[in-house]
């Protein structure tokens, strides 16, 4: 049962270019989501994350949209540089626990 | 600067027989994580502690034990490997039970012939 859809496999970008990042969820009592980044070889590591209060959060190049009512959040990466280029999991937790990761998306920036 | 480390990146094992997995972490954290991550299926938490001597399972713990005997260790034990437990494994350790301030080991690739 995924809780938590990253419906793109990879996506390929060039340097430069916005890359966005999507993620669908299907629990309604999710209320904090979270964006982790992972290069090969190492763990995961933190990223970004947002509260089911907002439906937007910033951090530098990094954006994370959250829609409720569509259940769907996406992460924008703003200019793209290659060293960007990892995989993305998007996880979603309620109360700061049960956290649920997605499968996954591969991104590419190309020079 | 956090360090979590795992034991092996590569484990090759045969059915049948018993894994320990180990992970340490150097910076005095309570809680303690036990995940696979499986292509298409995203990071799945098999255990966790939040003390010493303290377990709780997972979503997926069938297979799996777990030994919690010193607050910077935490082992990860197929006590009978089978195939369908060929994975990545990461450990991840927290100060505080905030989703966000996990940090992760860099993951042990294990293969069950």
């Known amino acids: 049962d995924q809780q938590v859809k990253q419906n793109s496999p990879s996506l390929s970008v060039q340097e430069g270019r916005i890359s966005i990042l999507n993620c669908d969820y299907t629990n309604s009592m999710f209320d904090y989501f979270l964006w982790y980044k992972k290069y090969p070889a190492e763990g995961p590591t933190f990223l970004i994350s947002?509260?089911?209060?907002?439906d937007k959060n910033e951090d530098g190049r990094f954006t994370v949209f959250l829609n409720k009512s569509a259940k769907h959040l996406s992460l924008h990466i703003v200019p793209s540089q290659p060293g960007d280029s990892a995989v993305y999991f998007c996880a979603a937790s309620v109360n700061n626990n049960d956290m649920r990761f997605g499968a996954g998306t591969r991104l590419t920036v190309k020079p | 600067d956090v360090k979590v480390t795992q034991s092996s990146r590569y484990l090759v094992k045969r059915t049948g027989e018993k894994v320990f997995l180990e992970c340490v972490q150097d910076?005095?954290?309570?809680?303690m994580f036990w995940y696979r991550q499986d292509p298409g299926l995203g990071l799945r938490l098999i255990y966790f502690s939040y003390d010493v001597k303290m377990k709780e399972k997972g979503d997926i713990p069938e297979g799996y034990s777990v030994s919690r005997e010193k607050k910077e260790r935490f082992s990860l034990i197929l006590e009978s490997a089978s195939t369908n437990q060929t994975s990545m494994y990461l450990c991840?350790?927290?100060?505080?039970?905030?989703?966000?301030?996990?940090?992760f080991g860099p993951g042990t690739r294990l293969l069950v012939l």
């Open positions: 910076m005095d954290h309570e809680n």
């Open positions: 947002i509260s089911s209060i907002k």
């Open positions: 991840a350790s927290s100060l505080t039970r905030g989703l966000e301030t996990q940090y």
